[in-house]
């Protein structure tokens, strides 16, 4: 489901964001409205183009995001980050359900510092709505680089693998049913 970023119009805006495993998180944002191009990747970390191997260690730095190539007159970042907040936990500390380690961290990774705003208000109501506990961060992006072929469209090629079936589905429908209406309707 992932469309070529050749399909992106020339307003469109870039956010990258961690919620836990990248196969999650590109799974929901591949279906929602106004979103034209979902790439999983790394970020934020100190080593140059990491491998998934690397990343695992939990000592490369990076986190495990989706990149976001959006269009701000059919999706706000509001929005997508709204959607972001429902489909992961952000109160937890490098870890989301079984996953753990930085790699897995909540993270907000601005391309472009004017959404720095937006996102930090979003990111304040959450926290306020949560009793103070979220522990998401938000910073610039930096050193990113998209994860390896086999990482992309990872729910669409396999949803009857385990971990798709039992841990991907749920946040996809969970998606679904609070999102009816920016479901992509194709």
């Keep these: 489901m992932t469309q070529p970023s050749h399909v992106a119009s020339p307003s469109a805006r870039v956010i990258t964001l961690g919620g836990g495993c990248f196969w999650c998180t590109e799974a929901v944002f591949v279906r929602v409205q106004g979103v034209l191009d979902v790439e999983s990747g790394y970020c934020n970390g100190h080593v140059l183009n990491p491998t998934y191997p690397q990343v695992c260690e939990g000592n490369t730095g990076h986190n495990e995001v989706v990149r976001l190539v959006y269009d701000p007159s059919r999706i706000g970042l509001r929005e997508l980050l709204e959607i972001f907040f429902v489909i ?10 079984n996953d753990a380690g930085t790699q ?10 004017a959404d720095r705003a937006v996102a930090q208000q ?19 992006l930096s050193n990113y680089s998209a994860a390896e072929a086999y990482h992309q469209d990872y729910f669409e090629n396999h949803p009857d693998q385990g ?21 992509k309707r194709d």
């Design 122 to 140: 979003v990111l304040d109501e959450v926290n306020a709505s949560l009793g103070g506990h979220v522990v998401t961060e938000l910073q610039s």
């Design 163 to 183: 971990y798709c079936a039992y841990v991907v589905a749920p946040k996809v429908q969970k998606f679904l049913k609070t999102f009816a209406d920016r479901v």
């Design 88 to 97: 992961h936990d952000p109160t937890t500390l490098n870890r989301q359900g």
């Design 104 to 113: 897995y961290r909540s993270g907000i990774y601005l391309s472009d510092e």
